[in-house]
């Protein structure tokens, strides 16, 4: 399996892009580098495979790490909310399905679904 | 929601803005806002929110467009004098984002039709320039409980004001009843520098994208006022009024009155 083309075409424009504390450019290689060669379950989750673990739960290490310094309500509920935000932001850039879970350690995670997702291109609403 | 390539490109710089993001963007495509005038500040309120790939927009004006207009009303332009301001702005803006959908009304807003005009959208701006229409755009606003982003501009001044009904003051509380005519004079009687339109206007439109995302603190209670002479901002609060006749829980006005919108014109 192959990184998506989209993603691979657009690589020049992410260079030095960030959302957050997320570098697009970072998170490219990362996802070729999962589609080539992840092949240890250690990594894998249900379909899914961990890109990178930030080795914390704890909501305010979270907000430091991925620099959410605008979130205001600093809650578990609050940071989640966020990060599934980030998580649908930086999606759409990739043109893949990333979400944000508990690694098997218990610590936050960036997670890559390794089911094809559709690429067909929507007309906004 | 899947974003184009051509999308991905054009809200670029809003899908990795804190804040706004691809949910932002999502609820800005889906988004209804209503432009009460084609003028300076619906010239300007409308490129930005146009822009910004705000899905549908309704523009409301009767007049059509004049060579004096075009110092201050960027959307039209020597090829639309004599055009309905609805097509001349529509054409302009569907040209900028084919994304958005804008809707153009030729008509002028009176207490008859408002509240059908208002009815298909999410929020109001108010662009028009006159007192009339801008207390019954309010007072309609209230009634339907639409949220308003109001503007007004005159000479080198201008300011906006944020209305959300049931959570702060509406333009009644700050002045209760439409001033008589003649006393403010219009800007074809004062004039006004065309500048302060996109100052005003772009600040409506930023008040019109925060309450779209949810983000940020909008100006409810509040009304911000700009003196291009001295260069100065002030936010003045503005406490909502227990007596107002329209916001307040014991107003009495229950139902659109009669307006007077046919004295003053643009």
């Keep these: 399996m192959i990184a998506s083309a989209d993603f691979l075409i657009r690589g020049d424009k992410m260079e030095g892009l960030k959302i957050y ?31 990178e673990s930030y080795q914390t739960n ?15 309500d600093r ?33 936050l995670g960036l997670y890559l679904s390794l089911t094809p997702i559709k690429s067909s291109i929507l007309e906004a609403a | 929601m899947d974003f184009s390539e051509e999308q991905l490109d054009r809200y670029s710089r809003h899908l990795i803005l804190p804040g706004i993001g691809a949910r932002g963007q999502e609820k800005l ?45 960027i959307a039209h ?6 055009m309905p301001k609805v097509d001349s702005a529509k054409s302009t803006f569907e040209a900028l984002n084919p994304d958005v959908v804008i809707v153009g009304i030729r008509e002028r807003v009176t207490q008859d039709n408002i509240q059908e005009l208002l009815s298909d959208y999410d929020i109001v701006v108010d662009g028009s320039d006159n007192f009339p229409t801008r207390y019954l755009v309010n007072d309609a606003c209230v009634l339907m409980k639409k949220a308003l982003v109001s503007g007004a501009i005159l000479g080198f001044e201008g300011q906006v004001t944020t209305i959300v ?42 008040e019109v994208i925060k309450l779209i995302v949810g983000k940020g603190k909008v100006l409810k209670n ?29 107003s009495y006005i229950k139902e659109l009155g009669v307006y007077d919108t046919q004295y003053c014109r643009a």
Excluded at chain 1, 59 to 72: H, W
Excluded at chain 2, 225 to 236: P, S
Excluded at chain 2, 239 to 245: F, R, Y
């Design chain 1, 21 to 51: 504390g997320l570098c697009l450019e970072r998170l490219r290689h990362q996802i070729e580098i999962a589609k080539y060669g992840c092949h240890d379950n250690r990594y894998q989750l249900e379909g899914w495979v961990l890109l």
């Design chain 2, 29 to 73: 495509l889906r988004a209804r806002v209503v432009i009460i005038g084609a003028g300076g500040l619906g010239c300007a309120v409308g490129y930005y929110l146009a822009a910004a790939g705000v899905g549908t927009i309704g523009l409301v004006d009767n007049d059509t467009v004049e060579t004096s207009n075009l110092q201050r009303q």
């Design chain 2, 222 to 250: 509040s009304l911000l006022t700009y003196d291009a002479l001295t260069t100065t901002f002030r936010r003045l609060t503005i406490p909502t009024n227990p007596d107002c006749p329209v916001c307040n829980k014991h």
């Design chain 2, 77 to 82: 332009s020597m090829k639309t004098v004599g």
């Design chain 2, 165 to 206: 009904p049931g959570e702060g003051h509406c333009y009644r509380c700050l002045f209760e009843e439409v001033p008589p005519q003649g006393i403010v004079p219009s800007c074809s009687q004062a004039g006004v520098i065309g500048a302060i339109t996109g100052v005003i206007g772009s600040l409506q439109a930023v």
């Design chain 1, 58 to 72: 704890k909501e305010e290490e979270i907000i430091d790490i991925l620099d959410l310094y605008d979130i205001e």
């Design chain 1, 75 to 107: 809650t578990c509920t609050g940071v989640k909310d966020r990060l599934d935000d980030l998580a649908l932001t930086v999606s759409v850039f990739a043109r893949e399905t990333l979400r944000f879970d508990l690694t098997h350690d218990g610590n």
